[in-house]
């Protein structure tokens, strides 16, 4: 059944659903198809239940434990088997019931008691492959040449994949203006999905292509000091505070099998000579925050989209660091001086960068500021947009750091105290110049005017 369900969703594509007839023809199948177990499953609870209708409240309270216990026990089976096991491992469960409950008396009885354990050990010896999405990332990636999968870990938190492949590199929004060659990195993939790049030790006074993004900015404003990555993912960010001069780094990352996987295959990056000045937490971002006391000069979020925008289907997703209440939060672990970053893809039309500017405006207004647009930079490149934003206003100087970085890099100031508008579209010109003048307004007295 899996081998089947993998085939007809194998040639199922959504966004051909409605030019597509036999697209139709295929989801009423993978619906049939599924509704096979739920269907016998049911079947065999409603007979209970009706058999034995005088005890229908302990029956009831079983099967309500029963399935609250079964979570549990998926949570654990994935801990210790792949994924494609774990249908006919789940199968076991309801073949010990069936030993229990059912008595073997017709031959038909002992027949199936014989041929169910032989076929759940067949799927358990040699289960079938899963196949892989090709709109996921990981399939994008092992289409480039020489691109292949070294190591896999599965865990609940997800199936994890490293992949490596001489062509694939790493450098968001990099600017026009950097002179070396971007070298090769390995990735990391969760349920394939981008995770991130494998970080590696720079070479003494080698150039980063990091340093050449408008992710560096925060890194320009701030020098050494106590520095909090928030979704630490493959570590990269954190091993750019530290090879910046950072005193102190706490990389806050859930999702512990990256963390494990990266830790077996590699020896330098964050497992080199960095640990002293590195410390590693594996809880969710917002826990974090709300349990630590310290104070950082400078805190940095993951960023928020994708390459080339997506088709609307993030904002589904769940993203508790990015609310006017985690703002907030991290906003009260800066020290007085300190400021946090966050970048975001620009995308088109543009949704990631408006929607992050205006929970930042919120949540500045919210702290009770008197001019919120004194305390935010951003600088933008051809691909991203990153906002600083600071505790204290910015300073005369700070403002001639950041109109002195966009001129090296060839970035545009998309925000900035004091910005003319003459600056906005120096190097990299938009066709669609409105996310230049609506990210102002979110900042003025009329943004809720652009709220749908």
């Keep these: 059944m899996v081998s089947a369900g993998q085939r007809l969703l194998g040639g199922y594509d959504t966004y051909l659903l409605f030019f597509e007839a036999a697209q139709a023809g295929r989801l009423l199948l993978i619906n049939l198809l599924v509704a096979v177990p739920f ?29 609250g216990l079964g979570g549990v026990v998926a949570v654990i089976l994935l801990g210790f088997f792949a994924p494609e096991r774990l249908p006919a491992l789940v199968a076991l469960f309801a073949l010990a019931a069936a030993f229990l409950l059912v008595r073997y008396r017709e031959k038909a009885h002992r027949l ?19 196949k892989l999405s090709e709109y996921k990332d990981l399939q994008g990636a092992l289409n480039l040449p020489g691109a292949k999968i070294v190591a896999r870990r599965d865990s609940p938190y997800g199936q994890v994949h490293l992949v490596t492949g001489a062509a694939l590199r790493h450098a968001p929004g990099l600017s026009l203006a950097y002179p070396g060659q971007v070298a090769q990195q390995d990735a990391v993939f969760s349920n394939g999905n981008w995770f991130g790049a494998v970080p590696s030790s720079p070479a003494g006074g080698e150039l980063s292509p990091l340093d050449f993004t408008t992710s560096a900015l925060p890194y320009t404003l701030k020098g050494a000091g106590n520095v909090l990555v928030l979704h630490s993912g493959s570590g990269e960010e954190a091993l750019r505070a530290l090879a910046r001069g950072a005193d102190r780094v706490v990389a ?13 295959h590699y020896t330098d990056g964050l497992s080199g000579p960095w640990k002293e000045r590195l410390e590693r937490v594996t809880l969710e971002p917002r826990t974090w925050l709300a349990t630590d006391t310290d104070r950082y000069d400078l805190i940095v979020l993951p960023t928020v989209g994708v390459f080339g ?25 800066l020290e007085t001086d300190g400021l946090f970053s966050v970048t975001a893809w620009i995308d088109y039309p ?37 906002f600083c934003v600071k505790r204290s206003p910015f300073s005369r100087e700070e403002t001639a750091i950041v109109r002195d970085f966009s001129r090296r890099m060839l970035f545009d ?22 996310l230049l003048d609506d990210l102002e307004r979110l900042f003025g007295p009329d943004r809720e005017e652009l709220y749908p």
Excluded at 112 to 130: D, E, G, K, N, R
Excluded at 252 to 264: F, K, M, N, S
Excluded at 358 to 378: D, F, Q, S, V, Y
């Design 309 to 333: 925008g997506a088709v609307g289907l993030g904002a589904l997703l769940e993203q508790h660091i990015y609310t006017r209440e985690a703002f907030a939060e991290i906003w009260n672990h």
């Design 112 to 130: 199936a008691a014989w041929c169910t354990p032989l076929t759940i050990a067949v799927f358990l010896l040699v289960p079938p492959s899963l």
């Design 252 to 264: 806050v990352e859930p999702h512990r099998a990256v963390l494990a996987l990266l830790d077996d």
């Design 39 to 67: 269907f016998f499953g049911a079947l065999a609870i409603g007979l209970i239940l009706v058999r034995h209708v005088e005890r229908i409240g302990s029956l009831y309270f079983a099967n309500l434990l029963g399935s």
């Design 413 to 434: 100031p998309a925000l900035l105290p004091e910005l003319r508008p003459e600056e906005r579209q120096r190097y990299n010109l938009l066709q669609d110049p409105r």
């Design 350 to 386: 543009a949704r990631s960068p408006l929607r992050l500017a205006a929970t930042l405006a919120e949540m500045l207004e919210a702290e009770g500021l008197e001019k919120p647009r004194a305390h935010i930079a951003a600088v933008r490149s051809w691909g991203t947009l990153t």
